[in-house]
Protein backbone atom coordinates (compact mmCIF):
# COMPACT_ATOMS: atom_id res chain seq x y z
CA UNK A 1 0.00 0.00 0.00
CA UNK A 2 1.39 3.32 -1.06
CA UNK A 3 2.53 5.88 1.46
CA UNK A 4 -0.54 8.93 2.39
CA UNK A 5 0.56 12.20 0.84
CA UNK A 6 -0.11 15.28 3.42
CA UNK A 7 0.57 18.17 1.46
CA UNK A 8 0.83 21.31 3.71
CA UNK A 9 0.72 24.82 1.66
CA UNK A 10 2.15 27.99 3.38
CA UNK A 11 5.28 27.91 5.87
CA UNK A 12 4.54 30.21 8.07
CA UNK A 13 3.47 30.70 11.54
CA UNK A 14 1.59 27.56 12.03
CA UNK A 15 2.51 25.73 8.70
CA UNK A 16 5.96 25.21 9.77
CA UNK A 17 5.15 24.01 13.19
CA UNK A 18 2.98 21.49 11.76
CA UNK A 19 5.10 19.73 9.05
CA UNK A 20 7.76 19.57 11.77
CA UNK A 21 6.03 17.29 13.90
CA UNK A 22 4.90 15.44 10.76
CA UNK A 23 7.65 14.85 9.48
CA UNK A 24 9.21 13.68 13.16
CA UNK A 25 6.83 11.14 13.59
CA UNK A 26 5.18 10.08 10.09
CA UNK A 27 7.99 11.53 7.68
CA UNK A 28 11.30 9.92 9.29
CA UNK A 29 9.25 6.87 10.04
CA UNK A 30 7.96 6.02 6.16
CA UNK A 31 4.32 6.07 7.33
CA UNK A 32 3.86 9.28 5.39
CA UNK A 33 5.11 11.60 2.70
CA UNK A 34 4.78 15.09 4.51
CA UNK A 35 5.56 17.87 1.75
CA UNK A 36 6.09 21.50 2.53
CA UNK A 37 5.09 24.31 0.07
CA UNK A 38 5.88 27.90 0.43
CA UNK A 39 6.82 30.54 -2.28
CA UNK A 40 9.48 31.67 -0.13
CA UNK A 41 12.70 29.70 0.52
CA UNK A 42 13.11 31.15 3.97
CA UNK A 43 11.10 31.45 7.17
CA UNK A 44 10.75 34.25 9.52
CA UNK A 45 8.61 33.98 12.28
CA UNK A 46 6.13 37.24 11.29
CA UNK A 47 5.02 38.67 14.19
CA UNK A 48 9.20 40.05 13.98
CA UNK A 49 8.48 41.88 10.63
CA UNK A 50 8.00 45.18 12.52
CA UNK A 51 11.73 44.37 13.54
CA UNK A 52 12.93 43.57 10.77
CA UNK A 53 11.50 46.92 9.07
CA UNK A 54 12.91 48.76 11.55
CA UNK A 55 16.30 47.30 11.34
CA UNK A 56 15.99 46.35 15.20
CA UNK A 57 15.98 42.60 13.84
CA UNK A 58 18.09 41.42 11.27
CA UNK A 59 16.64 38.56 9.53
CA UNK A 60 19.73 36.81 8.05
CA UNK A 61 20.10 35.86 12.02
CA UNK A 62 16.51 34.30 12.23
CA UNK A 63 15.71 33.14 9.26
CA UNK A 64 15.36 29.48 8.65
CA UNK A 65 16.03 27.37 5.31
CA UNK A 66 12.58 25.62 4.67
CA UNK A 67 15.19 22.97 2.54
CA UNK A 68 17.54 22.66 5.24
CA UNK A 69 14.93 22.28 8.03
CA UNK A 70 13.16 19.88 5.84
CA UNK A 71 16.27 17.38 5.51
CA UNK A 72 16.89 16.78 9.18
CA UNK A 73 12.64 17.06 9.99
CA UNK A 74 11.65 14.28 7.70
CA UNK A 75 9.40 16.00 5.30
CA UNK A 76 10.25 17.02 1.67
CA UNK A 77 10.28 21.11 0.67
CA UNK A 78 8.95 22.25 -2.72
CA UNK A 79 9.03 26.08 -3.07
CA UNK A 80 6.35 27.55 -5.23
CA UNK A 81 3.09 29.41 -4.94
CA UNK A 82 -0.25 27.65 -4.59
CA UNK A 83 -1.82 28.64 -7.78
CA UNK A 84 -4.73 26.61 -8.49
CA UNK A 85 -6.51 23.42 -7.15
CA UNK A 86 -8.11 20.58 -8.53
CA UNK A 87 -10.15 18.70 -6.37
CA UNK A 88 -11.92 15.48 -8.26
CA UNK A 89 -8.06 14.58 -8.79
CA UNK A 90 -6.93 15.28 -5.80
CA UNK A 91 -3.82 17.59 -7.20
CA UNK A 92 -2.57 21.14 -6.55
CA UNK A 93 -0.31 23.51 -9.66
CA UNK A 94 1.99 25.39 -8.12
CA UNK A 95 2.80 28.48 -10.64
CA UNK A 96 5.93 29.00 -12.71
CA UNK A 97 9.06 30.18 -10.51
CA UNK A 98 11.09 33.18 -12.52
CA UNK A 99 14.47 34.66 -11.45
CA UNK A 100 14.91 38.67 -11.00
CA UNK A 101 14.57 39.36 -14.42
CA UNK A 102 11.38 37.53 -15.11
CA UNK A 103 12.76 34.40 -16.64
CA UNK A 104 11.63 30.59 -16.08
CA UNK A 105 13.30 29.10 -13.76
CA UNK A 106 11.46 26.15 -12.73
CA UNK A 107 7.84 25.46 -14.92
CA UNK A 108 4.61 25.36 -13.29
CA UNK A 109 4.37 21.89 -11.47
CA UNK A 110 1.71 19.95 -10.37
CA UNK A 111 1.65 17.73 -7.09
CA UNK A 112 -0.86 15.17 -5.60
CA UNK A 113 -1.87 14.91 -2.36
CA UNK A 114 -4.60 12.63 -0.36
CA UNK A 115 -4.79 15.44 2.11
CA UNK A 116 -4.25 18.92 1.74
CA UNK A 117 -3.59 21.64 4.67
CA UNK A 118 -3.58 25.42 3.70
CA UNK A 119 -1.90 27.63 5.83
CA UNK A 120 -0.99 30.72 3.69
CA UNK A 121 -1.71 33.28 6.38
CA UNK A 122 -3.15 36.98 5.64
CA UNK A 123 -2.60 39.59 3.79
CA UNK A 124 -3.29 43.68 4.24
CA UNK A 125 -6.44 45.10 3.69
CA UNK A 126 -6.50 48.52 2.83
CA UNK A 127 -10.80 48.59 2.11
CA UNK A 128 -10.52 50.18 -1.41
CA UNK A 129 -8.94 52.78 0.45
CA UNK A 130 -7.54 55.28 -2.84
CA UNK A 131 -3.79 55.82 -3.05
CA UNK A 132 -3.04 52.99 -0.35
CA UNK A 133 -1.47 50.49 -2.52
CA UNK A 134 0.41 52.98 -4.62
CA UNK A 135 2.19 55.16 -2.06
CA UNK A 136 1.80 52.93 1.63
CA UNK A 137 4.29 50.47 2.89
CA UNK A 138 2.74 47.04 4.12
CA UNK A 139 4.21 44.71 6.23
CA UNK A 140 2.86 41.35 5.13
CA UNK A 141 5.92 39.40 4.11
CA UNK A 142 9.55 39.56 4.93
CA UNK A 143 10.35 41.54 1.37
CA UNK A 144 8.15 44.29 2.19
CA UNK A 145 9.66 44.81 5.46
CA UNK A 146 13.22 44.89 4.38
CA UNK A 147 11.59 47.30 1.73
CA UNK A 148 10.20 50.17 3.98
CA UNK A 149 13.25 49.31 6.25
CA UNK A 150 16.08 50.27 2.85
CA UNK A 151 13.09 53.17 2.09
CA UNK A 152 13.46 54.57 5.73
CA UNK A 153 17.23 54.50 5.61
CA UNK A 154 17.06 55.95 2.38
CA UNK A 155 15.08 58.99 4.55
CA UNK A 156 17.71 59.00 7.30
CA UNK A 157 20.59 59.47 4.44
CA UNK A 158 18.81 62.36 2.57
CA UNK A 159 17.94 64.33 6.12
CA UNK A 160 21.16 63.62 7.56
CA UNK A 161 22.84 65.29 4.32
CA UNK A 162 20.57 68.21 3.69
CA UNK A 163 22.25 71.23 6.07
CA UNK A 164 19.03 72.77 6.11
CA UNK A 165 15.57 72.08 5.12
CA UNK A 166 12.23 73.20 5.73
CA UNK A 167 10.92 70.48 7.75
CA UNK A 168 13.53 68.83 10.22
CA UNK A 169 11.62 66.13 10.81
CA UNK A 170 11.09 62.80 8.96
CA UNK A 171 7.86 62.32 9.38
CA UNK A 172 6.06 58.56 9.45
CA UNK A 173 2.31 57.72 9.13
CA UNK A 174 1.14 54.65 10.43
CA UNK A 175 -2.79 53.78 9.24
CA UNK A 176 -3.38 51.73 12.22
CA UNK A 177 -3.04 51.65 15.44
CA UNK A 178 -3.59 47.40 15.95
CA UNK A 179 -0.46 45.94 17.55
CA UNK A 180 1.16 45.85 14.38
CA UNK A 181 0.76 49.63 14.32
CA UNK A 182 1.34 50.53 18.24
CA UNK A 183 4.55 47.83 18.05
CA UNK A 184 6.00 49.57 15.04
CA UNK A 185 5.77 53.11 16.24
CA UNK A 186 7.82 51.97 19.35
CA UNK A 187 10.40 50.06 17.21
CA UNK A 188 10.90 53.40 15.54
CA UNK A 189 11.48 55.46 18.32
CA UNK A 190 14.06 52.95 19.57
CA UNK A 191 15.82 52.97 15.89
CA UNK A 192 16.32 56.98 15.84
CA UNK A 193 17.30 56.49 19.44
CA UNK A 194 20.24 54.76 18.26
CA UNK A 195 21.22 56.72 15.00
CA UNK A 196 24.05 59.09 16.66
CA UNK A 197 26.15 56.34 17.76
CA UNK A 198 25.81 54.67 13.99
CA UNK A 199 27.35 57.77 12.44
CA UNK A 200 24.05 60.03 11.91
CA UNK A 201 25.51 62.63 13.92
CA UNK A 202 22.92 65.06 12.81
CA UNK A 203 19.97 62.92 13.48
CA UNK A 204 18.56 61.95 16.27
CA UNK A 205 15.36 61.29 18.20
CA UNK A 206 13.73 64.43 18.31
CA UNK A 207 14.03 64.44 14.35
CA UNK A 208 11.54 61.56 13.94
CA UNK A 209 7.82 62.28 14.09
CA UNK A 210 5.34 59.36 14.21
CA UNK A 211 1.59 59.47 13.59
CA UNK A 212 -0.51 56.64 14.49
CA UNK A 213 -3.96 56.83 13.02
CA UNK A 214 -6.68 54.98 14.20
CA UNK A 215 -10.77 54.65 12.84
CA UNK A 216 -12.19 53.45 16.53
CA UNK A 217 -12.35 55.57 19.42
CA UNK A 218 -9.48 53.89 21.16
CA UNK A 219 -5.90 52.18 20.48
CA UNK A 220 -5.29 48.30 20.35
CA UNK A 221 -9.18 48.44 19.57
CA UNK A 222 -10.51 44.50 20.69
CA UNK A 223 -7.69 44.38 23.24
CA UNK A 224 -9.19 45.49 27.22
CA UNK A 225 -9.44 49.33 28.06
CA UNK A 226 -6.92 48.88 30.14
CA UNK A 227 -4.04 47.71 28.08
CA UNK A 228 -5.15 50.03 25.25
CA UNK A 229 -5.39 53.18 27.83
CA UNK A 230 -1.60 51.98 29.71
CA UNK A 231 -0.46 51.92 25.88
CA UNK A 232 -1.88 55.06 24.79
CA UNK A 233 0.04 56.99 27.82
CA UNK A 234 3.58 55.27 27.05
CA UNK A 235 2.87 56.02 23.34
CA UNK A 236 2.18 59.82 24.11
CA UNK A 237 5.48 59.76 26.39
CA UNK A 238 7.73 58.75 23.53
CA UNK A 239 6.08 61.56 21.89
CA UNK A 240 3.67 59.76 19.15
CA UNK A 241 1.59 61.49 17.80
CA UNK A 242 -1.82 59.15 18.29
CA UNK A 243 -4.87 60.11 16.25
CA UNK A 244 -8.04 57.60 17.50
CA UNK A 245 -11.85 58.58 15.97
CA UNK A 246 -9.74 59.11 12.95
CA UNK A 247 -10.77 57.57 9.55
CA UNK A 248 -8.05 57.49 6.66
CA UNK A 249 -9.78 58.99 3.29
CA UNK A 250 -6.76 59.17 1.10
CA UNK A 251 -3.19 58.80 0.63
CA UNK A 252 -0.78 60.58 -1.93
CA UNK A 253 2.60 60.77 -2.24
CA UNK A 254 3.17 62.91 1.00
CA UNK A 255 -0.18 63.47 2.64
CA UNK A 256 -2.05 61.19 4.69
CA UNK A 257 -5.99 62.89 4.29
CA UNK A 258 -8.27 62.36 6.92
CA UNK A 259 -11.87 62.57 8.17
CA UNK A 260 -10.68 65.38 10.66
CA UNK A 261 -9.78 68.08 8.03
CA UNK A 262 -5.97 68.57 7.79
CA UNK A 263 -3.62 66.44 5.79
CA UNK A 264 -0.71 64.96 7.79
CA UNK A 265 2.33 65.51 6.20
CA UNK A 266 4.72 62.39 5.76
CA UNK A 267 8.20 60.88 4.34
CA UNK A 268 7.12 57.35 4.57
CA UNK A 269 3.15 55.88 4.90
CA UNK A 270 2.66 52.07 6.65
CA UNK A 271 -0.46 50.68 6.31
CA UNK A 272 -1.47 48.36 9.40
CA UNK A 273 -5.00 48.72 9.52
CA UNK A 274 -6.66 45.47 8.73
CA UNK A 275 -6.12 42.22 7.24
CA UNK A 276 -7.84 39.45 4.98
CA UNK A 277 -6.93 36.41 3.35
CA UNK A 278 -5.35 35.70 0.15
CA UNK A 279 -7.70 36.96 -2.79
CA UNK A 280 -7.17 33.30 -4.46
CA UNK A 281 -8.77 31.52 -2.20
CA UNK A 282 -12.03 32.40 -3.04
CA UNK A 283 -11.12 31.02 -6.50
CA UNK A 284 -10.59 27.64 -5.50
CA UNK A 285 -14.23 26.31 -5.13
CA UNK A 286 -13.87 26.06 -1.38
CA UNK A 287 -16.44 27.59 0.92
CA UNK A 288 -15.04 31.22 2.12
CA UNK A 289 -16.04 34.15 4.36
CA UNK A 290 -16.42 37.53 2.93
CA UNK A 291 -12.50 38.55 3.65
CA UNK A 292 -11.81 35.23 1.71
CA UNK A 293 -10.87 32.76 4.78
CA UNK A 294 -12.12 29.36 4.19
CA UNK A 295 -14.56 28.14 5.82
CA UNK A 296 -13.47 25.28 8.53
CA UNK A 297 -15.62 22.90 10.86
CA UNK A 298 -13.79 22.81 14.47
CA UNK A 299 -11.94 19.86 13.20
CA UNK A 300 -10.23 22.13 10.63
CA UNK A 301 -11.65 20.55 7.84
CA UNK A 302 -13.37 22.39 4.99
CA UNK A 303 -16.92 22.53 4.79
CA UNK A 304 -16.38 21.04 1.21
CA UNK A 305 -14.02 18.96 1.55
CA UNK A 306 -12.81 16.41 4.36
CA UNK A 307 -9.51 15.89 2.92
CA UNK A 308 -9.04 19.55 2.90
CA UNK A 309 -7.91 21.46 6.23
CA UNK A 310 -6.97 24.86 6.67
CA UNK A 311 -6.54 26.79 9.87
CA UNK A 312 -3.79 29.88 10.83
CA UNK A 313 -4.86 33.53 9.63
CA UNK A 314 -6.40 31.80 6.37
CA UNK A 315 -9.35 29.87 8.04
CA UNK A 316 -12.40 31.19 9.55
CA UNK A 317 -12.71 28.31 12.17
CA UNK A 318 -15.70 28.17 14.54
CA UNK A 319 -16.09 28.30 18.56
CA UNK A 320 -18.70 27.37 20.81
CA UNK A 321 -19.48 31.05 21.57
CA UNK A 322 -20.77 31.77 18.44
CA UNK A 323 -16.70 33.85 17.15
CA UNK A 324 -14.15 32.36 15.12
CA UNK A 325 -10.76 31.76 16.15
CA UNK A 326 -8.81 35.54 15.95
CA UNK A 327 -5.79 35.69 13.45
CA UNK A 328 -3.17 35.53 16.22
CA UNK A 329 0.25 33.64 16.23
CA UNK A 330 -0.83 31.93 18.94
CA UNK A 331 -3.73 30.64 17.75
CA UNK A 332 -2.07 29.03 14.76
CA UNK A 333 0.51 27.77 17.23
CA UNK A 334 -1.98 25.90 19.42
CA UNK A 335 -4.00 25.08 15.70
CA UNK A 336 -1.18 23.17 14.39
CA UNK A 337 -0.83 20.78 17.35
CA UNK A 338 -4.37 20.15 17.64
CA UNK A 339 -4.38 19.42 13.07
CA UNK A 340 -0.93 17.23 13.83
CA UNK A 341 -2.73 14.87 15.89
CA UNK A 342 -5.90 14.91 14.08
CA UNK A 343 -3.74 14.21 10.80
CA UNK A 344 -2.54 11.30 12.20
CA UNK A 345 -5.74 10.32 13.56
CA UNK A 346 -7.19 10.14 9.96
CA UNK A 347 -4.17 7.89 9.06
CA UNK A 348 -4.83 5.69 11.39
CA UNK A 349 -8.81 5.43 10.86
CA UNK A 350 -9.70 7.32 14.61
CA UNK A 351 -12.16 10.19 15.05
CA UNK A 352 -10.83 13.73 15.10
CA UNK A 353 -10.82 16.53 17.87
CA UNK A 354 -12.84 19.74 17.48
CA UNK A 355 -10.15 22.73 18.11
CA UNK A 356 -10.89 25.47 21.07
CA UNK A 357 -8.84 28.13 21.37
CA UNK A 358 -7.35 28.63 24.39
CA UNK A 359 -6.78 32.87 24.75
CA UNK A 360 -3.13 33.14 26.91
CA UNK A 361 -3.56 36.68 26.84
CA UNK A 362 -2.67 39.64 24.89
CA UNK A 363 0.64 41.00 24.76
CA UNK A 364 2.06 44.80 23.46
CA UNK A 365 5.96 45.28 23.18
CA UNK A 366 7.04 48.80 23.24
CA UNK A 367 10.50 48.48 22.01
CA UNK A 368 13.04 49.00 25.17
CA UNK A 369 10.31 51.37 26.30
CA UNK A 370 8.03 48.91 27.89
CA UNK A 371 5.78 45.99 27.42
CA UNK A 372 2.01 46.05 28.74
CA UNK A 373 -0.27 42.96 28.26
CA UNK A 374 -3.17 40.71 30.11
CA UNK A 375 -2.08 37.12 30.96
CA UNK A 376 -5.34 34.83 31.08
CA UNK A 377 -5.74 32.82 34.21
CA UNK A 378 -6.54 29.22 33.60
CA UNK A 379 -10.01 28.28 34.58
CA UNK A 380 -11.24 31.35 35.04
CA UNK A 381 -12.60 34.01 32.47
CA UNK A 382 -10.40 36.63 34.41
CA UNK A 383 -7.41 38.18 33.16
CA UNK A 384 -4.29 39.11 34.76
CA UNK A 385 -2.73 42.35 33.72
CA UNK A 386 1.28 42.84 33.67
CA UNK A 387 3.81 45.22 32.34
CA UNK A 388 7.22 46.31 32.62
CA UNK A 389 9.90 42.99 32.68
CA UNK A 390 7.51 40.04 33.49
CA UNK A 391 5.07 41.06 30.17
CA UNK A 392 8.22 41.35 27.68
CA UNK A 393 9.83 37.87 29.20
CA UNK A 394 6.18 36.34 28.40
CA UNK A 395 6.17 38.59 24.88
CA UNK A 396 9.39 36.40 24.15
CA UNK A 397 8.61 33.09 25.36
CA UNK A 398 5.49 33.15 22.42
CA UNK A 399 8.45 33.12 19.34
CA UNK A 400 10.50 30.76 22.07
CA UNK A 401 7.36 28.56 21.96
CA UNK A 402 7.77 28.60 18.12
CA UNK A 403 11.38 27.98 18.03
CA UNK A 404 11.01 25.06 20.51
CA UNK A 405 8.22 23.85 18.01
CA UNK A 406 10.86 23.89 15.18
CA UNK A 407 13.91 23.21 16.34
CA UNK A 408 13.61 21.31 19.86
CA UNK A 409 14.59 22.55 23.66
CA UNK A 410 18.28 21.91 23.50
CA UNK A 411 18.44 23.74 19.79
CA UNK A 412 16.37 26.65 21.32
CA UNK A 413 18.41 26.64 24.39
CA UNK A 414 21.40 27.41 22.63
CA UNK A 415 20.07 30.11 20.39
CA UNK A 416 18.84 31.99 23.66
CA UNK A 417 22.55 32.27 24.60
CA UNK A 418 23.45 33.18 21.11
CA UNK A 419 20.75 35.54 20.90
CA UNK A 420 22.59 37.22 24.58
CA UNK A 421 26.11 37.03 22.65
CA UNK A 422 24.94 38.52 19.43
CA UNK A 423 23.47 41.96 21.46
CA UNK A 424 27.37 42.47 22.61
CA UNK A 425 28.89 41.27 19.10
CA UNK A 426 26.44 42.88 16.50
CA UNK A 427 25.41 46.09 16.30
CA UNK A 428 21.81 47.05 17.15
CA UNK A 429 20.84 48.73 14.11
CA UNK A 430 21.09 46.65 10.44
CA UNK A 431 22.28 49.68 8.33
CA UNK A 432 23.16 48.24 5.47
C1 LIG B 1 4.15 42.98 12.28
C2 LIG B 1 3.26 41.90 12.86
C3 LIG B 1 3.26 41.68 14.24
C4 LIG B 1 2.45 40.67 14.80
N1 LIG B 1 2.49 40.45 16.15
C5 LIG B 1 1.76 39.46 16.69
C6 LIG B 1 1.84 39.18 18.09
O1 LIG B 1 2.53 39.87 18.84
N2 LIG B 1 1.09 38.15 18.60
C7 LIG B 1 0.30 37.37 17.79
O2 LIG B 1 -0.35 36.43 18.30
N3 LIG B 1 0.21 37.60 16.46
C8 LIG B 1 0.91 38.62 15.89
N4 LIG B 1 0.83 38.86 14.53
C9 LIG B 1 -0.06 38.01 13.72
C10 LIG B 1 0.66 36.68 13.36
O3 LIG B 1 1.87 36.98 12.70
C11 LIG B 1 -0.21 35.82 12.47
O4 LIG B 1 -1.46 35.62 13.11
C12 LIG B 1 0.44 34.46 12.22
O5 LIG B 1 1.70 34.62 11.57
C13 LIG B 1 -0.47 33.58 11.36
O6 LIG B 1 0.19 32.38 11.09
P1 LIG B 1 -0.13 31.57 9.74
O7 LIG B 1 0.66 30.32 9.82
O8 LIG B 1 -1.60 31.49 9.57
O9 LIG B 1 0.40 32.50 8.56
P2 LIG B 1 1.84 33.13 8.29
O10 LIG B 1 2.70 33.07 9.47
O11 LIG B 1 1.59 34.47 7.67
O12 LIG B 1 2.44 32.16 7.17
C14 LIG B 1 1.90 32.05 5.89
C15 LIG B 1 2.92 31.36 4.98
O13 LIG B 1 2.29 31.05 3.74
C16 LIG B 1 3.15 31.37 2.67
N5 LIG B 1 2.30 31.61 1.49
C17 LIG B 1 1.38 32.59 1.33
N6 LIG B 1 0.74 32.45 0.15
C18 LIG B 1 1.26 31.35 -0.43
C19 LIG B 1 0.98 30.67 -1.66
N7 LIG B 1 0.05 31.08 -2.52
N8 LIG B 1 1.70 29.56 -1.97
C20 LIG B 1 2.68 29.12 -1.12
N9 LIG B 1 2.95 29.71 0.07
C21 LIG B 1 2.25 30.81 0.41
C22 LIG B 1 3.93 32.58 3.16
O14 LIG B 1 5.17 32.74 2.48
C23 LIG B 1 4.13 32.24 4.65
O15 LIG B 1 5.32 31.52 4.86
C24 LIG B 1 1.61 39.88 13.95
C25 LIG B 1 1.61 40.13 12.56
C26 LIG B 1 2.42 41.12 12.02
C27 LIG B 1 2.40 41.37 10.52
Redesign the pocket.
Known sequence: MSKPRIVV???????LELVTRLGRRLGKKGKADVVL????ST?I???L??EVATGVLDSGLDEISYQGHSGSNGYRFQR????NLNRETRCVTLAAIEDEDGNEVLPARSLEYDHLVL????VSNDFGTEGVSDHCHF???PAQAEGFRKALLNTFLRYSGEASHDNPCITVGIIGAG??GV??SAELHDASRMLKSYGFTSLGREHLKVHVIEAAPKILPVLPDRISDAVHKELEKLGVNVHVDTRVTKVEANRIHTSDGDPIKIDLGVWAAGIKA?A?LAELGLEVERNNRVKVHPTMQSLDDPRIFA????ASCPQEDGSVVP??????HQQASVLYKNLCAVIDGKALKAFKFQDRGS?I?LAHFDAVGSLMRAASARSLFIEGNLARLF?AS?YRMHQRAIHGTLKTGMMVVVDGLNRFLKPRLKLH
Open positions: IGGGAGGVDRNHWKPLHGTLCSVGSLDSATELPFFGDCPRAQAALSYL
